[in-house]
């Protein structure tokens, strides 16, 4: 129980924050299905960019559902924040939060909010929906999907859609002159330009 409650108090944490830096673009408000697929395509990429390191989204548990990846833990957490009024439901279902009462409750400046800057920007430039196609054409979820399966999604440096990134990957870094110079949300600014420029606009 205790394990669980941690958890629970880490997500709501990534959540606050997700709210936070997503506001300082102009994003106000979120659907819920918006915040299962952010958070599952902030867990892949960082996979994607970060193989030694597999304990940041940890708390993660993905499983199918028809409106894209979906997390029971996340679930929980926004089911806990509204009931604890910090996250505002309006009628056509918007999630919101009430900035005002709850600057103290903000994560310090850590990676995970540096990850999650670096998401909210690559979705803010490519836009949420073309980047949400990305998440749903996911080769894993749609094999997963395809195959009616009820296990939990693999969003591990193992998975599916990482070897897709990774085949991507070798064409795209032969475009760069030095990888080692550029940081991780330039490369995955430049990754996605190339993703949507050649592969999909091809495709």
Do not use: C
């Not at 690559?122 to 949400?132: A, C, D, M, P, Q």
């Not at 969003?155 to 475009?175: H, P, V």
């Amino acid at each position: 129980m205790k394990e669980k409650t941690v958890d629970l108090f880490e997500v709501n944490s990534d959540l606050l924050d997700l709210f936070k830096i997503a506001n300082e673009i102009g994003w106000s408000e979120f659907r819920e299905p918006s915040i299962h697929r952010i958070l599952y395509l902030s867990s892949v990429l960082y996979s994607f960019m970060n193989k030694e390191d597999d304990l940041a989204y940890a708390n993660y548990h993905f499983s199918l559902s028809l409106t894209g990846p979906y997390s029971e833990i996340i679930d929980r957490s926004i089911t806990d924040l509204k009931r604890r009024e910090i996250i505002i439901e309006d009628k056509p279902g918007n999630l919101s939060i009430d900035f005002n009462n709850i600057k103290e409750i903000f994560s310090s400046e850590n990676s995970k909010i540096k990850w999650f800057r670096i998401i909210v920007y690559i979705l803010g430039l490519y836009g949420e929906e073309r980047v949400f196609g990305f998440v749903i054409q996911d080769p894993q979820y749609i094999d997963d999907f395809q195959r009616n399966s009820q296990k939990e999604l693999d969003i591990s440096d193992q998975n599916k859609t990482i070897d897709i990134l990774n085949r991507f990957k070798i064409a795209f870094e032969e475009t760069l002159n030095d990888v080692s110079e550029i940081d991780d949300r330039e490369y995955l600014e430049l990754y996605f330009e190339y993703i949507f420029g050649k592969i999909i606009k091809r495709n």
